[in-house]
């Protein structure tokens, strides 16, 4: 009789897993409990597939975990994987139930360096966003046309340059004032701080725009420091946080009351509104030019037409109007006895003509063309006439015409007349 191990699990009192049931409840523990999360690692086994996916294993000193960026992600990220490269990633846990193995899906990629500024930038932007310093209800208006502006900024720097040179193009009308500061580097955020509050002891400037060009993450870190968040969500002057290009963003950029994407797009946002008044303002122009010359003309027109009227009923006038008319009546009066002449002679010449039909002299000449006439006719149908044209005349032996072939016979004597004679003929045929 065989003996049971009491150690050994008896399957009557234990739930049996299927392969892909444990390799599943693994899955949704792991993504229910750990879920999106940051890792750091050194990049190995780097594949990239034809589709544009890249796998990855990520490894330290204690272990490794598979990783995998796919296309559309890898499409969005500054930095790619390299083999041997350190990199910190963003993503989800998730289980590729096939083989059985746990990896991460990597969202975001970033260099190890810029990966721990990463992390402190959104941690300090958590923070200060749940002390309500980047809500929008507390932000101010941006004054449409700002009469004095204060920019912090490098004064050697290219940032400066195009702020200035963007205004002047746009043809800004107002007081730009420089306060100095640097803008990358351990010193920078202190210098800052210090030009706002130079900004708020002045108490008369309309904006304030702080800002420079574009540059690393570290480059500028230094518009991430809190304390100059905090000056600037505390400042009393509205503030524009102008830094880097259009796709960096700052802590200060959320704590301003406008960010813009480059400081001269900041140049533009301040110049909109005088740009906006001159417009209107060359509009006004032209449109009070327009009512001028209009009321003008409007004026010149009354006073020409009360002038006609003025001479209309002058006496001067009048007589110039009789006798424009006396000439008219006689003009008319001369057309009329022409044409009566006209008329009378047309009737005259129809009368003459009437009585040279029944003239005797003129009858007896048309009735003298009409037979001459008959005569030219009588002769072009004669024999005569008809030979002298190059035809012929055919008679038999009594003299009588034959018209046709059949009337003749072969042996029979016949006669041809010619114009010019006569002879005899035998029909032979």
């Known amino acids: 009789m065989a003996v049971k191990n009491r150690f050994e699990p008896g399957l009557e009192s234990e739930r049996v897993w299927s392969v892909g049931d444990l390799t599943h409840r693994i899955k949704r ?6 879920g999106n999360c940051w890792v750091r690692g050194e990049v190995s086994n780097l594949r990239r597939q034809a589709s544009g996916h890249h796998y990855f294993s990520l490894k330290d000193q204690n272990g490794q975990v598979r990783a995998v960026l796919f296309r559309g992600d890898a499409s969005r990220q500054e930095t790619l994987p390299e083999d041997g490269a350190q990199v910190v990633v963003f993503g989800e846990i998730s289980v590729y139930e096939p083989q059985g193995s746990y990896q991460i899906i990597v969202r975001h990629i970033m260099l190890d360096g810029a990966g721990q500024l990463r992390m402190e930038f959104d941690r300090l932007k958590r923070k200060l966003a749940d002390e309500g310093l980047f ?51 351990v010193e920078a955020p202190a210098e800052l701080i210090d030009g706002l509050r130079i900004v708020k002891k002045l108490n008369d400037l309309d904006l304030v725009v702080i800002g420079r060009g574009g540059g690393s993450v570290e480059d500028l870190w230094a518009f991430n420091d809190e304390t100059l968040v905090r000056e600037i969500a505390a400042c009393s002057v509205p503030v524009i946080s102008a830094v880097g290009h259009q796709i960096d963003f700052v802590l200060t950029d959320f704590a301003a009351d406008l960010r813009a994407e480059t400081p001269s797009a900041a140049a533009e946002i301040v110049s909109h509104g005088f740009l906006d008044a001159a417009d209107r303002w060359r509009r006004c122009l032209t449109e009070l030019d327009a009512a001028i010359w209009r009321t003008l003309e409007n004026g010149l027109g009354k006073v020409q037409l009360l002038a006609v009227k003025l001479r209309a009923s002058s006496p001067s006038s009048r007589v110039e109007n009789l006798s424009l008319r006396v000439d008219d009546l006689g003009n008319r009066l001369v057309n009329c006895l022409r044409e009566g002449i006209s008329h009378a002679r047309r009737r005259l010449s129809v009368r003459e003509t009437g009585f040279a039909m029944v003239d005797p002299k003129n009858r007896f ?17 004669s024999v005569e006439s008809t030979l002298r044209r190059g035809f012929a005349l055919v008679s038999d032996s009594n003299g009588s015409p034959v018209a046709k072939r059949e009337a003749l016979e072969s042996g029979q004597k016949a006669r041809i007349r010619f114009a010019d004679g006569e002879v005899a003929a035998r029909i032979e045929e």
């Open 29 to 34: 523990l792991l993504e229910g409990e750990i």
């Open 365 to 381: 000449r048309l009735e003298r063309i009409r037979l001459d006439g008959l005569e030219k006719r009588l002769r072009s149908g």
């Open 135 to 185: 809500d929008e209800d507390r932000k101010r208006r941006i004054p449409e046309m700002p009469d004095r502006i204060g920019f912090i900024t490098s004064p050697t720097g290219a940032a400066v340059k195009d702020f200035i040179s963007v205004l002047r193009r746009r043809g800004w009308r107002g007081e730009l004032l420089i306060f100095p500061a640097k803008v990358q580097g």
